[in-house]
């Protein structure tokens, strides 16, 4: 396989962009990668977009050559396609373009991920999300994505002695980091009082468990790493893009304490990149729900099952750990815009890499890892980035 | 880049199959091109899925795991995910099987297309399948799919002396074609007179001219060509797989009377395989309006621009014609599963290539193509393949 590169990373507010529309997030995103990969339009060789629902949300499908098409590269008849897997998306469209750049027929090309969840009802938009999880099994008879996810928390409590406090301090934590985070949709920091204290959503998950629904693009630019050095000092090669899926319907797992497909993708990507957990120094990790990080960060290795409401409570995956997790803020208050969560993520981890973070940036970082989940876990995706220079 | 080859098809009958699920033709659609490349779900590395509009026609995203959960394979954890660009869906997700087959990261996928269009009001189904034009600069002004394909129509006319009966005779030649094929949602046949006679649904275009709803699902199984022969004795090579895109609207094209899109496809395919139009002897060609095949001829380069109508009128495009033209019958007689189409276009030039079409068998097949389209041509996707013993 030939080795790929991110060339360049963009990324739009997140948050509720009433003003903007879809087409603009998607460009303006995918133009500020582009420039950073100082490369024009003219070298482009195509366009992969995540996006979750587009045909819900706005009444469009096809939407890929939308976006080329107003960023003024219809003339070009550049290949443009989308790939849906609910919140993974965009994840999967990196997936896609990363194989087409390792396969050879394409050398660059953009990974766009981009969302507008607010224009709809919440309502509507909470039953559009929840059309991730199993339809005829898990959505007809009344389950949410945070009913679903809440069933796995009171189950982690009840076999590991979990406590409603170790869930809320990933609230906490991810709202801390995003008070350096300029694009976040939240920058408030919160107590752990107030987490707790919250309106309940799905018992034992309060509102402040649960990541905001909001409008938000991200893209980056994928192209050879034998050549990157002429687009950028600091090429980020990905050292392993691997899909994992499960059930679709939380009752039909063996056991509902651990995502499988977390598990699996993690495993099947240490392996390609001959590492191990202990090599991350930087991650962004899912955490739609309090309890989707604290089983990430056991399911992706990096404490025993379990152990993770205790040895996140420790403080050592905070901003002077050996690991630092989601300094951008997560999906929890960066923001979730579906399908541009996975993108932007990687678009994290690339500046981190870069040390281009600012005021949130995390010490030495030259190794890092994203993990974007779909419904309660029927996808995970796991990539592994690191800096070659 | 590693070879590619078609190592087994499957593909569900196309209709109204109102007492079979999603999932059901789906899995069936798979299991059969499996059983047909002779390998087992051990061997599997991932699934495609071509899909246009399972949000809006099911409530259902995240469907590619979906499918892999109900064929039993959860616990294998495999790759899954969903690829869309309308009415071209299926094609896409061949598209990207196929790169990822050529990346070698994967060995062996199954390319699945599925839609199920007939289960929602067929006034909804109509306005889901609009979606694929430009929703802020078409559809909400009243265009539908129909509507913008007869603008083309007319233009056409207008330009080139095309007729109405010209554009019948691609639907009484479907029709005869789809009286062979036991899968076609159609196998009436129909005359000229019927076609020109029918109700119109947008002038010039009666309801004749139109392909209809259908349910169904269709797939392929990729592999190495190298190995190719431990699985069948015909291996089919994928010589080219390409899309190109144009403007969403119609409005905003220089010329009306050609699909860029196809133009491009067309001619970047032949480039990549050393090939010519004239060397094709069997393909299948988007016709989901009778303009619609029309253009197919002109753009894929079959004949000169605007001499589309005389040309097939003059029936060198039927079964002894130096090029057969839609021996399935088509999107408009064998029907359209708008996310499955892409795949039993290929699926059927498979079984021709093979010589296992039966009683529609175009002689002497070794390389064939397809041609699908989403919308009215914002993306157009391009395959050639060849049999190679």
Redesign the interface.
């Known amino acids: 396989?030939?080795e790929v590169a991110i060339l360049g990373v963009g990324q739009t507010k997140f948050g509720e962009l009433w003003d903007r529309?879809f087409r603009e997030i998607g460009i303006e995103a995918g133009l500020q990668a582009l420039v950073d990969a100082k490369l024009s339009s003219a070298d482009l060789g195509?366009l992969y977009l995540g996006n979750?629902?587009s045909?819900?949300l706005?009444?469009?499908?096809?939407i890929?050559?939308?976006i080329?098409?107003y960023a003024g590269l219809?003339g070009r008849?550049?290949?443009?396609?989308?790939?849906?897997?609910?919140g993974a998306s965009g994840s999967?469209a990196l997936?896609?373009g990363y194989?087409?750049v390792?396969?050879?027929?394409y050398d660059f090309v953009v990974v766009g991920g981009a969302e507008k969840m607010t224009d709809v009802a919440e309502t509507t938009a909470n039953?559009?999300t929840s059309?991730?999880?199993?339809?005829?099994w898990e959505?007809v008879f009344g389950a949410t994505l945070p009913a679903l996810w809440a069933l796995i928390a009171r189950r982690h409590m009840h076999e590991f002695g979990t406590t409603r406090e170790q869930l809320a301090r990933f609230a906490v934590h991810d709202h801390e980091m995003a008070s350096k985070n300029p694009l976040a949709h939240y920058r408030n920091k919160l107590t752990l009082e107030q987490v707790v204290g919250a309106g309940e959503v799905a018992e034992p998950l309060g509102v402040l468990d649960c990541a905001p629904l909001s409008d938000g693009a991200a893209a980056v630019v994928l192209g050879p790493l034998e050549t990157a050095k002429q687009h950028t000092d600091t090429p980020i090669r990905i050292a392993a893009s691997?899909?994992?899926?499960?059930?679709?319907?939380v009752q039909?797992r063996e056991k509902i304490t651990s995502l499988?497909?977390t598990v699996?993708?993690a495993e099947r990507a240490f392996r390609r990149a001959r590492r191990a957990p202990v090599d991350v120094r930087v991650a962004e990790v899912h955490d739609a729900y309090t309890i989707s990080a604290l089983l990430a960060l056991e399911d992706l290795g990096f404490v025993e099952k379990g152990r993770g409401g205790p040895e996140f409570a420790s403080g050592r995956f905070g901003m002077d750990g050996a690991l630092t997790i989601n300094p951008s803020g997560g999906l929890k208050a960066q923001g979730r815009p579906f399908g541009a969560v996975g993108v932007a993520q990687v678009a994290e981890v690339v500046r981190q890499l870069r040390g281009e973070a600012k005021d949130r940036q995390v010490a030495g970082a030259t190794f890092g890892l994203t993990h974007d989940v779909?419904?309660t876990g029927?996808?995970s995706v796991v990539h592994l980035l690191e800096r070659t220079n």
């Open positions: 396989m030939r529309s195509g979750m629902a045909g819900t706005l009444e469009q499908e096809h890929a050559p939308l080329l098409d219809a008849h550049l290949p443009a396609m989308r790939v849906e897997g609910g999967l997936h896609q194989l087409a390792a396969s050879g027929q039953q559009i059309s991730t999880a199993d339809h005829e959505v691997e899909v994992a899926c499960d059930t679709m319907a039909h499988q497909s699996v993708a779909a419904g029927a996808t």
